[in-house]
């Protein structure tokens, strides 16, 4: 499958990628969180 480094958590800076089309993250505005620190953003 494939696996593209899509960008960094604007938190953690931990690279972000995108599995087939599968987006590791969430982009919220102009910003990309991975889940962990979008988990706590929530909270
Ligand atoms: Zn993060």
């Known amino acids: ?3 593209e ?3 960094e958590c604007a938190n953690c800076g ?3 990628y995108c599995h ?4 590791e993250g969430v ?3 102009k910003e990309l969180f991975c889940f962990a620190c ?3 953003k929530k909270s």
């Open 27 to 29: 982009q919220e505005g």
């Open 1 to 3: 499958m494939e696996k």
């Open 38 to 40: 979008y988990e706590m």
């Open 20 to 23: 087939g089309g599968f987006l």
């Open 14 to 16: 931990k690279v972000v």
């Open 5 to 7: 480094i899509v960008s």
